[in-house]
């Protein structure tokens, strides 16, 4: 499975991005596509999560009521709408899959893309 990120950029706060993964590579409905957040200096961190199959969607509180995560089965891509961006929000955003039942941790992932950089300035 192969993850390619893009649509990061500058944005004030109070903005609007949205961030794309394209996936490809072997049959991957079986797969969770999560993405991930990396700020200078901290932890990696679980941002929301879509199971291919069934399109359940699963959120962190920091981030709830402000991101959606979707998916396009006929473009094989996965979105991530991020409104009302905060300074905080700023981060290098991943996308990942994972075949595990549990989308949260990271370690759980197995197939990375390359990131995409958010940034927010107030």
């Known amino acids: 499975v192969q993850l390619q990120a893009s649509g990061g950029g500058l944005v004030q706060a109070g903005g609007s991005l949205r961030l794309s993964c394209v996936v490809s590579g072997r049959t991957f409905s079986s797969y969770t596509i999560g993405w991930f957040r990396q700020a200078p200096g901290k932890e990696r961190e679980f941002v929301a999560a879509i199971r291919w199959s069934g399109g359940s969607t699963y959120d962190a509180d920091s981030v709830k009521g402000r991101f959606t995560i979707s998916r396009d089965n006929a473009k094989n891509t996965v979105y991530l709408q991020m409104n009302s961006l905060k300074p905080e929000d700023t981060a290098v955003y991943y996308c990942?899959?994972?075949?595990?039942?549990?989308?949260?941790?990271?370690?759980?992932?197995?197939?990375w893309g390359q990131g995409t950089q958010v940034t927010v300035s107030s």
């Open positions: 990942a899959a994972t075949r595990s039942s549990s989308y949260y941790p990271k370690e759980r992932y197995d197939y």
